[in-house]
């Protein structure tokens, strides 16, 4: 029976207690997919066949694949929290789809999708946005999981994991968030941003490596030669920063530019712990 206190864990599709809580129960009962919703049921989370959690990212990714194949010259809008796969994706660059990173935060993706005409937005944190002909344009976790389901229809010869398996192999960081009051990580962002772009005007470098290139649409995405990328940004609806890595090269490369970013985050004392880290 359905209990609204939520007691067994906190209902958010980046949370990965309630990912592991989806990946046992798959184990247990051999289902092809889990699916799980947050407490107001506008964002989806998913676990595959195999019991592997797919980011939110990723099964945008795999669903950018499966529409543009339908709708030619398909676009789409992404956080900046997403995977770099948007833009490196061979399957999508095949289709003509076209994919721009923009602010997070749902208000933001809902609009840009809009105003580009996007065929639907996604957000790592598992907000969805399907416009016509697939929904209405605001983000809804049932919708998100139709689309899905639809996916896996489409393609009967193919479970969930072998499409997971067929994206480029990337190392990705759950979305971590250390405290920081509501007064000040806006602040706090700022200076982290300005060191880093202080760094690449210095040409300095980041893991060992040059800065490729610096985004501060939404905080700071700092990516180095060799893709590996990092993101800090203040939370727009909590008392905290977001911190999301990726590397397409090596988990090593990860950690490392996660070790580069959290050095500048403790020169910082009004940023706290972290609710979980790699």
């Not at 980011?55 to 809008?77: E, T, W």
């Not at 940004?233 to 920063?241: D, H, I, Q, T, Y």
Request: a negative charge; proline letters at 4%; one cysteine or more.
């Amino acid at each position: 029976e359905l209990d609204n206190t939520f007691p067994r864990y906190n209902p958010n599709p980046e949370d990965m207690e309630m990912l592991h809580a989806m990946r046992d129960a798959v184990m247990e009962h051999g289902a092809d997919v889990a699916l799980g919703f947050d407490g107001d049921g506008d964002r989806c989370g998913v676990v595959d066949n195999e019991g592997e959690e797919i980011f939110a990212d990723k099964i945008g990714v795999l669903l950018a694949r499966d529409l543009s194949a339908l709708h030619k010259g398909a676009q789409f809008v992404v956080d900046v929290k997403s995977t770099g796969l948007f833009v490196t994706d061979p399957i999508l660059q095949a289709n003509g789809a076209k994919t721009e990173y923009w602010k997070t935060g749902h208000s933001y993706i809902k609009r840009k999708s809009h105003e580009m005409g996007a065929l639907a937005g996604f957000e790592k944190s598992g907000h969805f946005f399907f416009n016509e002909p697939i929904g209405r344009g605001y983000d809804d976790g049932l919708i998100a999981a139709i689309a899905l389901l639809q996916m896996l229809d489409r393609n009967p010869d193919k479970k969930l994991s072998d499409m997971r398996k067929s994206l480029a192999k990337t190392y990705q960081s759950p979305t971590m968030s250390p405290h920081c009051a509501d007064e000040t990580k806006y602040g706090v962002v700022d200076k982290i941003v300005k060191s880093f772009v202080d760094r690449e005007a210095a040409g300095g470098q980041i893991i060992g490596q040059k800065i490729r290139d610096i985004v501060t649409i939404n905080g700071v995405r700092i990516t180095a030669e060799d893709g590996t990328w990092g993101l800090v940004r203040a939370s727009s609806n909590k008392p905290e920063l977001v911190v999301v890595i990726e590397s397409p090269t090596s988990e090593e490369n990860m950690k490392a530019m996660f070790a580069e970013l959290d050095a500048v985050i403790k020169q910082h004392p009004e940023i706290g712990d972290y609710n979980q880290k790699i």
